[in-house]
T-cell receptor, first 113, second 113 residues
Framework: DGGITQSPKYLFRKEGQNVTLSCEQN?????MYWYRQDPGQGLRLIYYSQIVNDFQKGDIAEGYSVSREKKESFPLTVTSAQKNPTAFYLCASSIEHTNTEAFFGQGTRLTVV | AQTVTQSQPEMSVQEAETVTLSCTYD???????LFWYKQPPSRQMILVIRQEAYKQQNATENRFSVNFQKAAKSFSLKISDSQLGDTAMYFCAFMNYGNKLVFGAGTILRVKS
C-alpha cells in the first residue's frame, strides 16, 4: 500500500541533544513538508522541499535542519538550538504543481526532558 | 508571505444543523489552491474539500461546500446536516504554485446530540 510513514511515533530526548525524525513516502510525490503542532494550535511550516536536493525554509525553521537526498525521504533534525522542541511533528507529501491533496503521516510526538 | 487566518477558535452545532467555519487568507499571487482539512482526535489529517483559485464555481463534496470569494480573499466551509463524526479540528490551508502549503490556526468544531 502506498503511503507516508513517520517514525518513531513517540520520541524522548534529553535537553541539548540533537534528534532526527524520519519521514518516508512511496507515493512518488515530489513535494514533502514538515510541520510542528503545539497543543490546541495549528500546523506551522518548518521546511518544505519541491525536489530532491532542494528545500526551502518555512515560517519556523530556526533550530531545525533537513535533507532531501532521495525522493522518498525527508528527515528532520531538531537541533539543540531549538528553544522549545517538545511538540507533535507532522510530515506530508504532495504531487508538485497540482491541487491534489497533501498526504500526511501519523506524526511523531517529541518530548524533551 | 502567505498567511491564513481562522477567526473562530471554537464552534458548536446541534446534530443535523448547519454550521459555517470562516477563513481568510492573504497573498499577492493570483493562482493558488485552497483546502479544508479535518483533524479528529486521532490526529490523522483528512482532506475535506479543495478549490482552485481560477475556478469561480464553489466546490462541493456531499455535505461540505465552500463559499470562495477571491476578491475578499475569503474561503468559508459550510457543513450541512452535521453529524457527531464531524467533531474535529478543522484547518484552512493555502498552497501557492511553488508548493508552499500553509495552514491556519484551526477551529475546533463540536457537534452536540
Amino acid at each position: 500500500d502506498g503511503g507516508i510513514t513517520q517514525s518513531p511515533k513517540y520520541l524522548f530526548r534529553k535537553e541539548g541533544q540533537n534528534v532526527t525524525l524520519s519521514c518516508e513516502q512511496n507515493l512518488n510525490h515530489d513535494a514533502m513538508y514538515w510541520y510542528r503542532q503545539d497543543p490546541g494550535q495549528g500546523l506551522r511550516l518548518i521546511y518544505y522541499s519541491q525536489i530532491v536536493n532542494d528545500f526551502q525554509k518555512g515560517d519556523i525553521a530556526e533550530g531545525y535542519s533537513v535533507s532531501r537526498e532521495k525522493k522518498e525521504s525527508f528527515p528532520l533534525t531538531v537541533t539543540s538550538a531549538q528553544k522549545n522542541p517538545t511538540a507533535f511533528y507532522l510530515c506530508a507529501s504532495s504531487i508538485e504543481h497540482t491541487n491534489t491533496e497533501a498526504f500526511f503521516g501519523q506524526g511523531t510526538r517529541l518530548t524533551v526532558v | 508571505a502567505q498567511t491564513v487566518t481562522q477567526s473562530q477558535p471554537e464552534m458548536s452545532v446541534q446534530e443535523a444543523e448547519t454550521v459555517t467555519l470562516s477563513c481568510t487568507y492573504d497573498t499577492s499571487e493570483s493562482n493558488y489552491y485552497l483546502f479544508w482539512y479535518k483533524q479528529p482526535p486521532s490526529r490523522q489529517m483528512i482532506l475535506v474539500i479543495r478549490q482552485e483559485a481560477y475556478k469561480q464555481q464553489n466546490a462541493t463534496e456531499n455535505r461540505f461546500s465552500v463559499n470562495f470569494q477571491k476578491a475578499a480573499k475569503s474561503f468559508s466551509l459550510k457543513i450541512s446536516d452535521s453529524q457527531l463524526g464531524d467533531t474535529a479540528m478543522y484547518f484552512c490551508a493555502f498552497m501557492n504554485y511553488g508548493n508552499k502549503l500553509v495552514f491556519g490556526a484551526g477551529t475546533i468544531l463540536r457537534v452536540k446530540s
